[in-house]
């Protein structure tokens, strides 16, 4: 009897132990899931184009990023506890990541596109902290420091920044929209962060609600208007482009985008994307582009062989500099050749401006898999980068924009710089100086009511 009883009892506490292990599998299943789910959201949000430098430990910071302010430097990420943001709470995390916030109470600069991320939901976020705390290997970099201009140097600035600029509200689905254009939008506006390259931004470098997506320079490379309505773009397009770089209207991604198409919209899931091009795809259309019709594209005749340099009296600089050292590539007519892309009316020379066409022309085109072109910065003067670029522009794309050695020379030192400071600095501080007022306006009120008897 004593016997039977303890089999009973031995068997009930294998059954629970059995039991409890199972319970623990699926705890750790769940675990697992939520830290897979952070590091896709992790890819959506292509947290290591900024995070991670080349060569260095993934998402131990340290990569330089050129503002018109200064170069600021991003931070290590990883679980470190002396370097990273391993002794960070999830609060901690979350107020970092949507209210640029960081766990000591100093704020942010907006290159960490917070005003973006602010319309991650409390999901996501907890997937992507479970992510950065457990599927990251913690490494103790220690990236340099931020050290920008006064007043900049005073992180505070950015509060009054945040208060007049930052919209801290998660992603609202509109219930009377698709589910797929609601994760289009929630994707777009949020990690994707499709308009902080996108949308052009006011003299304090914010993004212009009001001329949302409508194209921006970004200091070098220009991001064009991508509202819907474009010539020789529809939904398919632009999906084949945010997922290869490359569109069946012979589009080729260069600069900031491929990088971001290579680093992350590319390894996105399919319905993602689809989903994006969807949301993309019922925004308001733009003003129509002034493109040319293509029948007003001149087609050059191939010179002969051999007699480029002979022929160098009869045609202008840019053609000559184009033929010697573009030719073997996109050929004397821009049709392209054995796979590479035609020039002839490519989108890229659609845009307002020739910066595009001269920063490929600087550093080059280099996709991670597939045909590259080469920068030649090292070649090429500040005039010739321009003769070639207005050559091309218009003879390829019909244009009237030209870009001259001035501009060259900005876009070689990394953009337009000391303006935009100039303005900024004052900006910030009449900024920093109406705040105050507002502020101690609002103490004399205080005081002077606590001042009252009752
Ligand atoms: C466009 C560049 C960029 C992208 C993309 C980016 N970050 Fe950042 N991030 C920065 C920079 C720059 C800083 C430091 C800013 C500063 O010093 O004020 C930063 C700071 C942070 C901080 C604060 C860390 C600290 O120690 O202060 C966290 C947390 C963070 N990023 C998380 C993320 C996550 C998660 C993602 C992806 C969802 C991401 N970042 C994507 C540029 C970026
Ligand atoms: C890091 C900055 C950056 C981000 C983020 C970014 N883009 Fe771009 N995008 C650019 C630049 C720069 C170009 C111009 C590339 C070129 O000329 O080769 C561009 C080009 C494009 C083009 C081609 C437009 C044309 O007329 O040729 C499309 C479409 C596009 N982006 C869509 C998007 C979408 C959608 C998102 C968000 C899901 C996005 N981009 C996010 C910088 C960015
Ligand atoms: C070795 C071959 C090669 C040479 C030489 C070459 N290119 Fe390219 N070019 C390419 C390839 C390949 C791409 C597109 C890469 C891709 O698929 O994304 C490209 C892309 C471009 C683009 C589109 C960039 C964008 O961002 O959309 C322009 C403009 C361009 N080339 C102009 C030139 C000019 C001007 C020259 C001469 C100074 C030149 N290329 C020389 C191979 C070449």
């Known amino acids: 009897m004593a016997d039977a009883m303890s089999t009973l009892l031995k068997r009930l506490a294998c059954a629970l132990v059995l039991l409890g292990a199972a319970g623990l599998g699926r705890a750790a299943d769940a675990d697992a899931n939520l830290i897979e789910r952070g590091?896709?959201?992790?890819?959506?949000?292509?947290?290591?184009?900024?995070?991670?430098?080349?060569?260095?430990?993934?998402?131990?910071?340290?990569?330089?990023?050129?503002?018109?302010?200064?170069?600021?430097?991003?931070?290590?990420?990883?679980?470190?506890?002396?370097?990273?943001?391993g002794a960070w709470t999830q609060q901690q995390f979350a107020r970092a990541l949507r209210a640029g916030v960081r766990a000591d109470g100093s704020h942010l600069y907006p290159a960490m596109p917070y005003t973006a991320y602010a319309r991650i939901t409390d999901d996501d976020t907890a997937a992507l902290y479970a992510y950065f705390m457990h599927g990251v290997r913690a490494d103790d970099t220690s990236p340099p420091r931020t050290?920008?201009?006064?007043?900049?140097?005073?992180?505070?600035?950015?509060g009054i920044w945040n208060w007049l600029y930052l919209d801290g509200k998660p992603f609202e689905a509109d219930t009377t929209r698709s589910a797929e254009w609601n994760r289009g939008a929630y994707l777009a506006q949020g990690l994707a962060h499709c308009a902080t390259c996108h949308t052009p931004r006011n003299f304090l470098m914010a993004e212009q609600s009001s001329r949302y997506l409508q194209g921006a320079s970004l200091g070098t490379w220009y991001a064009p208007d991508i509202r819907p309505g474009k010539p020789g773009?529809?939904?398919?397009?632009?999906?084949?482009?945010?997922?290869?770089?490359?569109?069946?209207?012979?589009?080729?991604?260069?600069?900031?985008?491929?990088?971001?198409?290579?680093?992350?919209?590319?390894?996105?899931?399919?319905?993602?994307?689809?989903?994006?091009?969807?949301?993309?795809?019922?925004?308001?259309?733009?003003?129509?582009?002034?493109?040319?019709?293509?029948?007003a594209v001149a087609?050059?005749?191939?010179?002969?062989?051999?007699?480029?340099?002979?022929?160098?009296?009869?045609?202008?600089?840019?053609?000559?500099?184009?033929?010697?050292?573009?030719?073997?590539?996109?050929q004397a007519d821009g049709d392209g050749v054995r796979g590479l892309p035609a020039l002839r009316n490519h989108a890229v020379l659609r845009t307002p401006s020739a910066d595009?066409?001269?920063?490929?022309?600087?550093?080059?085109?280099?996709?991670?898999?597939?045909?590259?072109?080469?920068?030649?910065?090292g070649e090429l003067s500040d005039q010739e980068v321009a003769d070639i670029g207005n050559y091309v522009m218009a003879t390829f794309g019909g244009s009237k924009v030209a870009i001259d050695a001035a501009r060259v020379r900005e876009l070689r030192a990394g953009g337009a710089v000391s303006?935009?400071?100039?303005?900024?600095?004052?900006?910030?501080?009449?900024?920093?100086?109406?705040?105050?007022?507002?502020?101690?306006?609002?103490?004399?009120?205080?005081?002077?009511?606590?001042?009252?008897?009752?």
């Not at 590091?39 to 018109?68: M, N």
């Not at 005749?301 to 500099?321: C, K, M, Q, T, Y």
């Not at 595009?356 to 910065?377: K, S």
């Not at 501080?429 to 205080?446: D, E, I, M």
Request: charged share 15%; hydrophobic share 45%; proline share 8%.
């Open 147 to 158: 050290e920008l201009p006064f007043p900049f140097s005073v992180r505070m600035s950015m």
């Open 39 to 85: 590091r896709y959201l992790a890819v959506a949000g292509d947290c290591a184009a900024c995070h991670t430098a080349a060569g260095k430990a993934p998402f131990s910071g340290g990569v330089a990023i050129a503002s018109p302010l200064g170069t600021i430097y991003s931070t290590n990420i990883t679980p470190s506890r002396a370097h990273g943001i």
């Open 299 to 330: 087609v050059v005749a191939p010179l002969p062989r051999g007699d480029v340099e002979a022929l160098a009296g009869r045609i202008g600089a840019g053609e000559r500099l184009y033929r010697n050292n573009c030719a073997s590539c996109h």
């Open 356 to 377: 595009n066409v001269a920063m490929a022309v600087l550093e080059g085109v280099w996709p991670e898999d597939g045909q590259g072109m080469p920068g030649f910065a």
């Open 233 to 295: 773009w529809d939904r398919a397009m632009l999906v084949e482009y945010l997922r290869t770089g490359h569109a069946r209207n012979g589009a080729t991604a260069g600069g900031p985008m491929l990088e971001a198409i290579d680093k992350s919209f590319s390894k996105m899931a399919p319905e993602d994307i689809a989903a994006i091009a969807t949301y993309l795809n019922d925004l308001p259309p733009g003003q129509r582009a002034t493109a040319p019709p293509s029948a």
């Open 419 to 454: 303006p935009l400071l100039l303005l900024a600095r004052v900006g910030m501080v009449a900024a920093a100086l109406a705040l105050a007022v507002v502020v101690w306006q609002w103490l004399r009120r205080r005081k002077r009511r606590a001042g009252i008897p009752r």
